[in-house]
C-alpha cells in the first residue's frame, strides 16, 4: 500500500512538471544534445557542399558563448545551400547549437521532419522563437524569408525586409541580444537566366499556384556549371558582426516604433557585413576553384 502511495506522488509530481516545461510544436525537443556521432554524420553530409565551396568564416567569436541570443542573416538565392554550413563550424569553434525556425512545408515532412528536430530546427512560429530564447538558446531568424531567397534578376544580394520588425519586437521582448550575420557566395554561383515575372515561367508560376503557394515563391530558371544547375565553385563566404543589445528599447512607450528602429539597426549592420565581405571576396585569389588549385601549386 506503502509503494502504491509513493508511485502515485511520483507520478503527480511527473504530471506537474510536464505541465510546467514549455512545449515547443509538432513534438520538438526544448533540448538538444548533439554527440560525436551527430556531428560527423553532419559534416558528412554537407562535406560535398564545403569541399566545393571551400567557405571561410569571420567573426565567429562575435556569438556569445551562452544564454539567448538571436542571429539575424540574410538569405541567398534559393535559400538553403549555404546556410546549414554554418551550423557545424559553430558548434565546433562556440559550443553551440544554432536553433532554425523551419518552413512549415518542410516540418510537414514527418522524415524530413524528424531529421530536423533531432539537429535542432523547430517550426517557425513566434511561440516556438519565443520558447527557445526564454530557454536560453541561439535561434537563427532570417527576416527576409523566401521572397529574399527567391531571387529576381538584378537582386544578388539584396535586403528584402520591408516591414519586417517581427525579430526585433522578440528579442527587445525576450532581451536577447541581436547578432548580425551575413553570407555570400552562392549568388556567384548561379546566373538567373529567367524569374517569375518571364513569360517561359509562366506555367511553373501556375503549378506555384495550385499548389497555395504565393506566386511571389516561383523559383527562378538558374544556370550554374555550364549549362547545368550545378553551382559553379566560387567560395562562400560568411560573417558574424558585434552583437546588438535591445536594452535601450526595451523602456520604449511605443513598442512597435522601438522595433522598427532596432530592426533598421539590425540591417545596416548585415549590410555592413555584406559590404566586407565583398571586399574580402574581390581580394580573395582563391575565390575560384582555378584559384584555388593555383594557390596549391609550388611556386
Known sequence: MGNTGARSTAGRDRQHADAVLPRLSDGAPLSVD???????FLEALLAPVRAWSDPRFFGLSNIPDSGPVLLVANH???????????????????????????????????????????????????KNCRT??????????????????????????????????GFARMAIECGAPIVPVAMIGIDDAYDILADKDDLLLRPLRRV?????IHAEL?????????PTAIPRPERFYFSVGTPIDPQPWREAHDLDEAAQQLSLMV???????????????????????????RELLPV
Open 267 to 293: 540591417q545596416k549592420a548585415v549590410r555592413e557585413e555584406l559590404t566586407f565581405l565583398l571586399g574580402e571576396r574581390d581580394r580573395d585569389r582563391g575565390r575560384t576553384l582555378a584559384g584555388r588549385l
Open 218 to 226: 516561383t523559383p527562378p530558371l538558374v544556370r550554374g556549371l555550364g
Open 208 to 212: 506555384v499556384e495550385a499548389l497555395g
Open 76 to 126: 541567398n538565392l534559393l535559400g538553403m545551400i549555404d546556410a546549414p554550413l554554418l551550423l557545424p563550424e559553430v558548434l565546433r569553434r562556440r559550443g553551440r547549437l544554432i536553433r532554425g525556425l523551419a518552413e512549415n512545408v518542410l516540418i510537414g515532412v514527418p522524415g524530413v521532419r524528424h531529421l530536423l528536430h533531432h539537429y535542432g530546427s523547430v517550426r517557425g512560429t513566434r
Open 132 to 165: 527557445l530564447l526564454e530557454h536560453g538558446e541561439a535561434v537563427i531568424v532570417f527576416p527576409g524569408g523566401g521572397r529574399e531567397a527567391i531571387r529576381r534578376k538584378g537582386e544578388k544580394y539584396t535586403l528584402r525586409w520591408e516591414g519586417r520588425t
Open 34 to 40: 548533439l554527440g560525436a556521432a551527430d556531428l560527423r
